[in-house]
């Protein structure tokens, strides 16, 4: 017996496992209707609502710095983050060790340290949030 793939909403007493926890299909035939609702009805499902939330994503993500203010829908709130520079030490510290080793005349030291230092683009991004941002006073 081949059991059916059952629409994705089926209450779990009609799902195929349901079906297999009343005894009413095999484990193999439980496993197998439910793989093909997986592979054949929810995976294309969700690949193309995938591809869509992403194509809105990049759309909001060029609207978004246009607004001079963050925007409201449905309780939620988006609002656009700016591009930062993001480094993880302290490069004031390290720059004033940096001029102590060359002061101290260890420039190849100093070189090796100079190399050292990396800085990263985080590029801008859209952020969509339950709540309002915080007011950040200067």
């Known amino acids: 017996m081949t059991a059916p793939c059952w629409p994705a909403d089926d209450s779990s007493a009609t799902s195929p496992f349901g079906l297999w926890q009343d005894d009413m299909l095999t484990a193999h035939e439980a496993a197998a209707a439910l793989a093909r609702e997986l592979m054949e009805d929810l995976e294309p499902r969700f690949q193309a609502l995938a591809t869509r939330r992403a194509q809105r994503m990049h759309e909001l993500a060029t609207l978004m710095p246009l607004l001079e203010s963050p925007l409201f829908v449905n309780g939620r709130c988006l609002h656009w983050v700016e591009p930062t520079i ?4 302290d490069e004031h510290a390290l720059r004033r060790l940096r001029d102590d080793l060359r002061t101290q005349g260890l420039d190849d030291l100093a070189d ?3 190399a050292c230092f990396l800085t990263r683009t985080a590029s801008g991004r859209l ?7 915080a007011r950040r006073t200067p």
């Open 86 to 89: 993001i480094t993880g030490v």
């Open 112 to 114: 090796r340290l100079d």
């Open 127 to 133: 952020v969509i949030e339950a709540r309002p941002p």
